[in-house]
């Protein structure tokens, strides 16, 4: 089975804090994505990667960025966190359009 | 505007009791529908995704139809147990791409007690 390991399960950070979240698949996917899920919102893509050194912008990107240097591999940046940044941070990785994605256990972040 | 639009928002049901959830969607042009269970704390886990061509779809207990002329699909869920206490989140695929063509609607929260 594919997996989609999370870094962490909960972090606290401070407003204004660097935080990085990294996401590591293990089945050679191209395609990783990274979502935030709140509650009566859903799941919103932020932003989605088709390769190594490749990024697109999601629905939601503002005060996000994200790094894909190996495949395996794809990291969400928060530059200067924010508490509107608080929730619920999912990864997924997926062969393509008609397989299914894959999600990691999820990083609830609260950010004070 | 594409669309996923679930109901009931909430369901509460007794052990061993059967129950469907809703979807209805409005995605233009459809590629799949893929039904996720996300336990509370944890991250969604797929359990079924039909194509266009697919009207329906099992995995145990948990049945799951598409009706592509209407864009409505079901997930039937059989003799309920405590452990599908969950989110279930329908997912509309658009045209052929990934990523940014997912459609999620916003969940079904079901609770089964004893």
């Known amino acids: 089975d594919v997996k989609v390991t999370q870094s962490s399960r909960y972090l606290v950070k401070r407003t204004g804090e660097k935080v990085f979240l990294e996401c590591v698949q293990d089945?050679?996917?191209?395609?990783m994505f990274w979502y935030r899920q709140d509650p009566g919102l859903g799941l919103r893509l932020i932003y989605f990667s088709y390769d190594v050194k490749m990024k697109e912008k999601g629905d939601i990107p503002e005060g996000y960025s994200v790094s894909r240097e190996k495949k395996e591999r794809f990291s969400l940046i928060l530059e200067s966190a924010s508490t509107n940044q608080t929730s619920m941070y999912l990864c997924?990785?997926?062969?393509?359009?008609?397989?299914?994605?894959?999600f990691g256990s999820g990083t609830r972040l609260t950010v004070v | 505007k594409n669309q996923v639009e679930q109901s009931p928002q909430s369901l509460i049901i007794l052990e061993g009791k059967n129950c469907t959830l809703q979807c209805n969607y409005t995605v233009s042009p459809f590629s799949n529908l893929r039904w996720y269970k996300q336990d509370t704390g944890r991250g969604p886990v797929s359990l079924t995704i039909m194509t266009f061509s697919e009207n329906t779809k099992s995995n145990g207990r948990y049945t799951a139809t598409l009706d592509a002329d209407t864009k409505q699909s079901s997930l039937h869920i059989t003799a309920s147990q405590l452990s599908d206490s969950a989110s279930y989140i329908c997912?509309?695929?658009?045209?052929?791409?990934?990523?940014?063509?997912?459609?999620f609607g916003k969940g079904t929260t079901l609770s089964v007690s004893s």
């Open positions: 997924a990785s997926s062969q393509g359009a008609d397989y299914g994605y894959t």
């Open positions: 089945m050679d996917h191209e395609n």
């Open positions: 997912v509309v695929s658009e045209g052929n791409q990934a990523g940014t063509a997912l459609i």
